[in-house]
Every structure is written in C-alpha cells, then in structure tokens.
C-alpha cells in the first residue's frame, strides 16, 4: 500500500471492508469496536440506513453540476443548516481547512474594509489546531506543526493562552481582524475551554472591532451534545466553521456567518468546484434532520457522562485526568506510558481509538453508538491497560 499511496498518515496495517453502527468488520471477517468514527466524521456510524437510502437516491439523481448553478438538494440544505444553526448565510467547501481558509479570508476582507491594510492580525488560542494547509497551519497554536520545511509561513497570526484573562488587556487592537476560538482543543489535547474567559474574550475582541470565529470543524454538529458547542460557552460567534461529522461521512465543510460578518463575500472572492455538491448536500440533511430529532442530542450527553464516569472509577495509576463534553472524550496519563502504545495494543484487541499528543487518548465515537458498543469497548481498553506488556511497550 506503501509504494501506492504514500502513507502520511503512519496507518495501521488492518484493512476494513465495512460496519455496522460503531463496529467495524477487517478482510479477515475479525469485528473491533470503533471510538474514532472516522475521526469525529462517521457522527451517525457505518452503514446508517437513513442515509444509505438518502446517498443512493441522491446518486441516482445527481451528484454534482458544478456551483455555476443550483441544486434543490443543496438550497433544502442550507435553509435546514442555518435554520438550526441561527446563521444568516454561509459557505460550503470539501473540508475543515477549506471552512477555515474560507474564514480567514471572510474576516481578512472584513478587516480591510472596516480599517485598511493594517487590520488583518487573527488571534488563535495556544494549543489550537485549524488544519493543515499553509494559512491554517499558521493559525494553529503548536509549534510541532511549524517545521522548518514548510517555511516560510504566512505572516499576521499570533496566539493567546486559553482561559488566560490577564492575556486578554493587551490581546487585541486596532490591528486586530478576529479571534478564533477552537471550543475544544481537539489536536492539542481535548482541552477545555472556560465559558466565562470565551465570552470575555470575545467582548474583548469586538470592543477592538474584530470578529469572533468558532472552529467547530470537531465540535460541531452534535459532538458535544449541543449541536455547536459554541452554544455552551455561549460566546455567540459571527462565524462558526464545520465539517467533520456535518455529512456523516461524505467530504464537506462549511463557513456560516451572521451579523457584521454577513454580506462580507462577494462573487469571486472564495470559490469551490466540489463544494456543496448534491451528494454531500443529500447526505448532510438526514444528518441534520437526525441530531435535531427529539432526544437524540441529550442521549449523545449521556453517553459521554457513561464513558468518563466508568473511565474514572477505574483504579489504573497512571490515568491523571478524564474529561470532555459529549462524545468527545480526552484521557490523560503519566509519563510512565504512551498514548500511542496504548492505541496499538487496542487495535490488537479490536478497538480504535484516537490520540491527541503523547499522552492523550481521544475517544470520538459514533453518536449512535450504543450502551453494549461501549461496554465492549471500555472492556477492552480496561484490560489492556491493567496488563504490563502497555507499560513496557511505552
């Protein structure tokens, strides 16, 4: 696979066929529970009938006609999307990164136009993570993501440590285009952001005349048990990016915006050939119509409190913190031990699990996942990590 595709990713060498909820089946027919969910993407599982159905009749229709024209599938989109979401207007790309470029643009345009050349600076948080394009790179608070080789970097981004509100005095001025705030930091950790400090952070921000951007690219869409987590920080953003999870699958992002940040694009300004197309709009409104259903965003809430709840009664030394919001779950451990040994033996053990940095597991499980899925799973985990061979391999 290697010499085919060259493996940027460090994958794993398991080949899945397909799944079922959050369980996945390998070519050898061997079954492992899925807490990755393709990375926060799969939010309604593998093989979700709804949206089977929706893709195969949408295929058979039209897939894609290019954004010189308008689809019924994708205007019935838009209007769900930002019906849910309290937005005025928005952007669909391919991706997270391509919603966050969309972003930076939107607010860098903004910031000509309401003070010239000089205010373009964007403000990230320490820790963040916006993608993987050279600008999102550069918004993205870790150095671990600024080799020297990709150099040199787009200029007019600093950063600002989260929950800090000392930093808050001197962080923003007439320079100022935006402040993004990642709601939680995936990448750097699944850290949490204070509610109290988003909100002064972002009065902070528009008393010196920028905009407030969420990335909810991992957040979003029902991750957290509201469907933005902005929503719980309540920081009410201008702009909030998406994808992920926000087509259950199939490629798509998005850039909503309202308020001053509202009218900003004009044609020509950010353009996508894929972006939107009929396909990915079909799939993105059973998800929609699916975390806006009556009930379903508090089970997510739920079943989140059940994972961390039983993660903590655990009497495993070298677990220092468990915490997160929703499904989106951050498992903290001691130097003794390496997140990604402990990823590997799970695989072994039929379980995916995701890592954030060296000593951080992510769980990001389907939103359907069910009660027995994650008992299956948390067995695994357990004994993987009650046993030596976890502790010698890190």
């Known amino acids: 696979m290697e010499k085919k595709i060259v493996n ?32 926060g993407v799969n939010c309604l599982g593998h093989g979700y009938k709804p949206l089977v159905k929706a893709i195969r009749k949408q295929a058979s ?39 966050n470029e969309a972003a930076i643009k939107l607010v860098r345009k903004f910031g000509w136009l309401n003070g010239g050349s000089k205010r373009h600076v964007i403000v ?19 150095d671990r993501f600024h080799p020297d080789c990709f150099a040199p970097y787009p200029e007019g981004f600093r950063t600002i440590p989260a929950n800090d509100f000392e930093s808050l005095k001197t962080a923003f001025d007439d320079t100022t285009a935006a402040l993004f705030i990642e709601c939680v930091q995936g990448e750097g950790g699944v850290n949490l952001v204070d509610a109290e400090w988003a909100k002064a952070a972002a009065e902070a921000a528009r008393a010196a005349g920028a905009l407030v951007v969420a990335d909810e690219v991992q ?9 933005l987590a902005s929503e719980q920080l309540g920081f009410e953003p201008e702009i909030v990016t998406l994808a992920k999870g926000i087509a259950g699958g199939v490629p798509m992002g998005a850039c909503l915006f309202r308020g001053k940040a509202y009218g900003i694009f004009a044609a020509g300004d950010h353009q996508s050939t894929f972006g939107g197309n009929p396909l990915a709009c079909a799939a993105g409104r059973v998800v929609i119509r699916t975390l806006t259903s009556p009930g379903f965003l508090d089970q997510v809430k739920e079943k989140g ?48 699990i995701s890592t ?34 976890v502790q010698t391999a890190g």
């Open 219 to 227: 957040t979003g869409m029902g991750r957290t048990g509201t469907l």
């Open 8 to 39: 940027n990713y460090g994958s794993f060498d398991v080949v899945f066929t397909h799944g079922k909820g959050a369980t996945l089946t390998d070519v050898n027919g061997r079954k492992y529970i899925d807490f990755v969910g393709g990375i």
């Open 124 to 142: 990230t948080l320490e820790n963040s993570f916006h993608g993987r394009t050279i600008a999102t790179l550069s918004a993205t608070g870790q």
């Open 61 to 99: 229709a039209e897939i894609h006609i290019s954004n010189y024209y308008l689809s019924d599938t994708g205007l019935a989109f838009a209007d769900e999307l930002l019906s849910a979401t309290g937005f005025q207007g928005g952007y669909f790309g391919n991706s997270g990164a391509e919603a």
């Open 356 to 389: 954030a940095g060296t000593n951080t597991l992510r769980f990001l499980p389907p939103l359907v996942i069910t009660d027995r899925e994650i008992d299956a799973g948390l067995k695994i985990m357990k004994r993987v990590l009650e046993e030596k061979t």
């Open 305 to 352: 409190e059940r994972i961390r709840t039983t993660i903590a009664s655990w009497k495993v030394p070298f677990i220092t913190d468990v915490r997160g919001k929703g499904l989106m779950i951050g498992i903290d451990m001691n130097d003794t031990i390496k997140a990604a040994a402990v990823q590997k033996i799970c695989l072994q053990d039929g379980l995916c």
